[in-house]
Structures are given as C-alpha cells and as structure tokens.
C-alpha cells in the first residue's frame, strides 16, 4: 500500500535513507541524515497535495519504501516539471516495490497535471535505470564523475518523461 507519509513514519523513512547513504551509490548526501533533517525535507514539499511525499508498506503494514515528487526548480517558469526520487529499504529490493513506486508517481504527477517528470539516477544504478526505462523515460544527459559518494566517483544520468 502506498499512502502519505505521517510524521510516525519519519523514523522509517530515515532508517531507509541512511541505508543508501552509508552503501552510496544512490544518493550524493555522505553522512547519514537525522530525524529532524529528515523532517524538514519532508515539510520543504509545499503544498503537500502537489508536491507529495508517500510510504509504500509490505503485506504487514511495515515501511520498504518512501517516494516524493519534488519542485524541478524554484523558478516560475520550470512550473509543470516535478523531479521523482524513491528508496527502497535493501532487505526489500528486487520484490517489485520499486516498481510499485515509481508507478504511483508517474501517476499522480500525471493527476495533478505536470506536463514532465524528471529523475537523476547514477548510471550505475541498473534497477533504477531499467524502471526508468520501463515507464518510458528518456535519457536526456549523462555527466561523468558528477558525485562522490564517499567511496567513488560516480556517473550521473538525467531521464525525463512526458506526461
């Protein structure tokens, strides 16, 4: 089930982003965030109904995952394009979660009228690539050596969608 993120949720959805930052490689953040770091990029997504930060829980009601569609620029004019970004806790990866989420996002990016979804990925990361590719997005930039991660220089690839 994918539902909006509450604020009982938060301790959840850091445990999974610290996961990623500690492995690296799909995230460019080098130390692990806090609660309240955490917190506070959940309220930077304003107003809620459009910019809509969700959990997506197992068959036991337990959190796998969080997603979020965010501002692509503070700008007026970049209004209608929305950058997605998901995590997927690693003991919950490859069972189709991802998938699950990305779908929701595109769908609802959809909804609320944006007319581009947007999406940075380390060209490393193959699941991440072949759901980009699944949903239909276009690689539109590719940067060699953008991030380091704590452990490499990593690669950037940048895929958009039309909606």
Same mark, same amino acid.
């Given at each position: 089930?994918?539902?909006?993120?509450?604020?009982?949720?938060? &301790?959840?959805?850091?445990?999974?982003?610290?996961?990623?930052?500690?492995?690296?490689? &799909?995230?460019?953040?080098?130390?692990?965030?806090?609660?309240?770091?955490?917190?506070?990029?959940?309220?930077?997504?304003?107003?809620?109904?459009?910019?809509?930060?969700?959990?997506?829980?197992?068959?036991?009601?337990?959190?796998?995952?969080?997603?979020?569609?965010?501002?692509? %620029?503070?700008?007026? #004019?970049?209004? #209608?394009?929305?950058?997605?970004?998901?995590?997927?806790?690693?003991?919950?990866?490859?069972?189709?979660?991802?998938?699950?989420?990305?779908?929701?996002?595109?769908?609802?990016?959809?909804?609320? #009228?944006?007319?581009?979804?947007?999406?940075?990925?380390?060209? &490393?990361?193959?699941?991440?690539?072949?759901?980009?590719? %699944?949903?239909?997005?276009?690689?539109?930039?590719?940067?060699?050596?953008?991030?380091?991660?704590?452990?490499?220089?990593?690669?950037?690839?940048?895929?958009?969608?039309?909606?």
């Amino acid at each position: 089930m994918i539902r909006d993120a509450q604020d009982q949720d938060l &301790s959840a959805i850091t445990d999974i982003y610290n996961e990623a930052v500690v492995a690296g490689g &799909s995230t460019a953040d080098l130390t692990p965030r806090t609660l309240e770091q955490r917190r506070a990029w959940v309220a930077s997504h304003e107003p809620r109904h459009d910019f809509p930060v969700v959990v997506l829980e197992d068959e036991n009601g337990k959190v796998v995952g969080f997603g979020s569609l965010s501002r692509f %620029h503070p700008r007026a #004019g970049y209004d #209608g394009v929305v950058e997605l970004s998901y995590y997927i806790a690693t003991a919950a990866q490859q069972k189709g979660y991802g998938t699950q989420m990305v779908s929701w996002l595109v769908n609802k990016a959809r909804q609320l #009228g944006n007319r581009k979804a947007n999406a940075l990925i380390f060209a &490393s990361n193959a699941g991440s690539i072949a759901l980009m590719k %699944h949903f239909g997005f276009t690689r539109y930039g590719f940067l060699p050596q953008a991030c380091f991660d704590g452990h490499r220089y990593l690669d950037m690839s940048y895929w958009y969608l039309d909606l």
